[in-house]
Each structure stands twice: as C-alpha cells, then as structure tokens.
C-alpha cells in the first residue's frame, strides 16, 4: 500500500553531512554536543503577551545560516538572535504538550518523586522544545514532558529549554519514541494508545505502514493494537509494573478482558501480581486449562514476603525480593554496562565486609 499523504508530509527533510545521512536522534545528539561544548544561557523576557528569547552576547555567531535548517526556525533564530544548542529559560506557561508526543501514561507517583528532587535541586538537564510557529510565544515539547509536569507539580515558573528544528509531525514522535526506548522508558501501552490513534485519525492507512514507518515488525504493532482494546482503567493497573507487564503478558490480559469483562481482569491482574503468574500460566487461564482464582503455584515456587522496588533516576529498574528467612533475589534490567558493573562492585563490597 502507498504512504498516506500525512506520512509523506511528515518524511525527514534532507538533512545530510558530506558523507552520511543523519536521523533526527542523529540531530538531537548533536545539539547536545554543541551544549556541551559552548553552554550559553539566556533568559526569557515578556513583550506584551508574547515571551521572547533575549539577544546573545554574540548575535554574529547567531545568524550564521545553519546546514538544512528549516525557513520557519531560520526566521525564529533571527528574530531572537538564538544560537543552536542554547539553553534559555522560557515561562512554563508557554509550554504545552505535543499531539505526538510518544508517551501516553505519566505515574503520579513518579512525577511527584521528581518534583521533590527538582524542588531541591533545580532543574540539571533542559528540556527540547519545538516553536510553535501558528502561535509565537508558544513551545511544543519536544523531549522532556515527565520534567515539565514535575515543574508544575512543584509550583516552578520557568524551565530551561534548547530550542529544536524538527517538525511537529511523525518526525518528532519518532524522535521522542527513540529517546524512550534507549531509557526504557517507553511501555507497550503508551505505543497502544498512540498508535490506535494513528490509524484511526488515518495518519497512517494500515498497521503495516506505521510498521515499516518505525522500522518495527508488523506483529509488534498489530499485539499494541489488539492491546490498545483494553480501558485505560486496566492499563492504568500495569502500566506502573513494566517488569510484569510486557506485551506478551498485556496481550494475554487483553484476551482475557474480551471474554470476561473488566471486573474480572482486574481480579486477574491483582492475581498475577500476588502470585507472580508467569505469562504461560496466564495462557491457560485465558484458555480456561486453570482458574483465575484458583490457578495452581508451580511445584516448589515460594511465595515471596516482601518485594522493594527500585527506581535509578526515577525509573523501575527491577525488584529485590525476600523469601522466608534466608533468601534474597535481586532482578535488575535496562542498566547501562557501567551502572551494573557499579552496582556488583558494591554488592561484591558488602559481601566480603566483616
């Protein structure tokens, strides 16, 4: 089938160095490098009712024409004199959300963990932004929209910004839809609600065309589909578990809420948690082989006393587990080689202390 107007719309620009073609993560990496390199910051000053970016120190670096920049973020930079890579301070009110934002599900929780620790410390890391040309003085997020609720929740006025040249369109989710998954960040049922609005907003004509969009196999999108069926009440119930709740095991809980309604699989989910069911036992309950109640334990699985779970950086990494008086079980994913070499040196630390 051939690419609905919308993603032909929404295709990369030319954006190339002499020798390769550079994605949009390519971009954003590259104007992280350049905020490393020269960090500038800028505040933000009011004109009426319309926030403006005040003048750099040196507006000749400013205007300088930037490689396969866009017409309408040109015409931005030199309006307000900004360089590529600047860190500004906009007013959080000029802040709204993007349409393509690739995250759907943001844990109350979480955010208020955040909060706290902004609170404290200020805010280290600027967000991305996009100018929202139709409307001057207004920013869609780019990246970052877990700190910009945290500022609001911690009654923050500004937020320290780069200012992006990237499109609101599909180019932009898959920008932020990349970053996401190199955290981990990015769950199966934040991609079944905005990928069931893709297709029936017709932004994509077909699953296989948003597939091939995201270079992902057509299966994957068509099990975040079948799960996007469920109420958000229900995937409200897993979203904040993504270590039992992947997407085999949220398309088995789709399977069961299609036969048995929501009541009973919020029983089921309450069941999978408690008694750590694993995706096959699960299955057979869907298949009616066991009962959602009275599913049997494998043979010599111990039923844990307590479970931690553990957050690095305000992320679920995993859970460390005890059972009875002489065991523990530490299960950590998504570690960066350097974090889990850290973490076993200081295991190994506490282990040989006398």
Known sequence: MKPSQFAKG????????????RTALDRLNAIDGLVQDK????KV???????????IASPALAVEPQEN???????????HAYRPGQIVELPLKAIKPSPFNPR???????????AVNLAKQGQQQAIHVIPDYTAPGSYYVSDGGRRVRALKEANKETVKAIVV???????SYKLGYDLNVQRDSQTVFDNAIVWKRFIEEKFFQSQRELADHLGLDESTVAVALSIAKLPESVMQEM???PDRFGSNMAYQVGRYHGARGTEATLRLINRILADDLSTRQVADIVK?????QESPRPAGRQRYAQRLEIKLDGVAVGDLKSYGEDRLELRLKGLSKDRRDEILHQIQQILQAK
Do not use: M
């Open 239 to 241: 979203v904040a578990r």
């Open 45 to 55: 000053t009011g004109r009426s009712s319309q926030p403006a970016v005040e003048p």
């Open 165 to 171: 040249d990237l499109p609101i369109g599909i180019q």
């Open 288 to 292: 009616g082989r066991s009962s959602a």
């Open 69 to 79: 920049e866009s017409a309408e973020y040109r015409a931005w930079r030199l309006e």
């Open 104 to 114: 759907h599900f943001y844990l109350k929780s979480s955010i208020a963990e955040l």
């Open 10 to 21: 929404f295709q990369a620009r030319p954006d190339t160095t002499s020798s390769e073609k």
């Open 39 to 42: 960090p500038v910051s800028a």
